[in-house]
């Protein structure tokens, strides 16, 4: 079990208590002084908000138009401007609908799912600049506005959220990687990079920088529970975003930002799979950014101890301890004990009850007289058959369906001659 520091301020040590806000850490190794580590934003940087539906028939027509003759779309429903293009398979999207003026990015049209089917159709990316202006009520709002807009029916169906924490005062130790626990299983390390883009790192753990450069680290994999820690005051250049990022930094932290000194960010890249294990742990469903949002102070603080600086073996590290108690994310800490859970994997048991009617038909099919109803009969009589129909039922498909299917296949057998 890893301990924590006593926190105290020059105030209560007079008296000899405890300040949970205090910037004075003792513990097994001695004191540590963070007074002059400034905390100048906590940050919900980036949402990737997934919808499950039906994409509009008139509507995909109308973008593929659009396209081929290269013009824009304007209506009331997307204000303003939005910048349309199509997208390759490496997506997943046909299409990207773009307004930068308002940080929004939309990508819609599975590739992977037919257009006439339910799927995972839509997703929608904000940007810090949408997030920080608006409220997690509007933001909601906002995302099944245009949900509605680009599906005939939708579903929230996953929430990726990354949390940022920036900081000045402070940068990680030479022995960073050796003090770090954490549950990915290899390290790598990139020395001499003149730039990364740290959004398509997907390294279980890397270091980046020149050598004589202070370093930066991503840790995990971005379909899992990732952490960046990189200097916020270097990327935002590269993605110009300075004043945005001196104002906000400025306003967070009421005047005490100085900026010519660097800022550090720490992130915790929460993917929408790891959110839906939190939310099965917890008996929630975490599939939309308004249901993610009032967990978010509990969330990170499990993010920052299962991928922990420690200071030894036993405690802690006091700069993590104190990015883990103040930062807060719209909601103050609930003391949740947050467990994943992952939902039963029903593949195995999916496998079997296609086995049992594929070999059901192939039996059938060999006597023509047998017809798909014969099937249906044979399969009603195995006691496991509302098992099987409730199984099919999570993959959409309904009792009159696999009539249909039986009916199909068992036409397909005997037009190939592949009865059993």
Not at 241 to 253: A, L, R
Not at 272 to 278: A, F, N, S, W
Not at 399 to 416: E, F, G, I, K, N
Request: charged share 25%; net charge negative.
């Amino acid at each position: 079990m890893i301990s924590y520091s006593d926190r105290m301020s020059l105030d209560s040590l007079e008296n000899g208590s405890n300040d949970e806000n205090g910037r004075l850490f003792f513990n097994n190794a001695g004191l540590t002084d963070l007074t002059n580590v400034n905390i100048v934003g906590n940050f919900v940087d980036t949402v990737r908000q997934l919808y499950y539906g039906t994409p509009e028939p008139e509507l995909l027509i109308h973008l593929e138009t659009l396209c081929k003759a290269r013009e824009n779309i304007t209506n009331s429903i997307l204000s303003g401007v939005w910048h349309l293009s199509h997208m390759g398979k490496a997506s997943r999207y046909r299409f990207k609908v773009q307004n930068n003026d308002i940080g929004i990015v939309i990508l819609y049209g599975s590739y992977f799912t037919r257009v006439e089917d339910d799927g995972q159709h839509l997703k929608i990316e904000l940007s810090p600049k949408y997030i920080a202006s608006n409220s997690p009520e509007e933001i909601q709002t906002y995302l099944d506005i245009i949900a509605d807009y680009f599906l005939k029916t939708y579903q929230a169906k996953g929430c990726t959220v990354h949390l940022a924490c920036d900081v000045q005062g402070w940068e990680p130790p030479k022995d960073f990687i050796e003090n770090f626990t954490t549950y990915s299983r290899t390290i790598k390390s990139y020395d001499g990079l003149a730039s990364l883009d740290l959004s398509d790192l997907n390294m279980s753990a890397a270091t980046y920088g020149g050598k004589s450069a202070i370093k930066n680290y991503t840790i995990g994999r971005a379909s899992a529970l990732q952490f960046c820690i990189y200097d916020k005051t270097v990327e935002m250049k590269m993605s110009d975003k300075v004043d945005f990022y001196h104002q906000e930094w400025g306003t967070f932290s009421m005047g005490t930002y100085v900026p010519l000194e660097p800022v550090k960010r720490i992130e915790a890249r929460i993917h929408h799979k790891i959110m839906r294990e939190i939310g099965t742990g917890m008996e929630k469903d975490l599939e939309s950014f308004l249901a993610v949002s009032e967990h978010l102070t509990d969330i990170w603080r499990y993010a920052l101890i299962r991928n922990r600086l420690d200071l030894n073996k036993t405690t802690i590290d006091p700069f993590w301890q104190l990015i883990l108690e103040d930062a807060e994310f719209y909601c103050p800490a609930d003391g949740l004990h947050i467990q994943r859970k992952k939902k039963n994997d029903v593949t195995a048991v999916g496998r079997n009850f296609t086995a049992i009617i594929g070999n059901l038909i192939s039996v059938m099919a060999r006597n023509r007289d047998h017809t798909h109803l014969d099937v249906i009969r044979q399969l009603k009589q195995l006691s496991c058959y509302d098992d099987m129909l409730s199984y099919y039922r999570t993959r959409n498909i309904t009792p009159a369906d696999l009539v249909d299917l039986v009916r199909q296949t068992l036409a397909l057998r005997r037009l190939t001659g592949k009865a059993g």
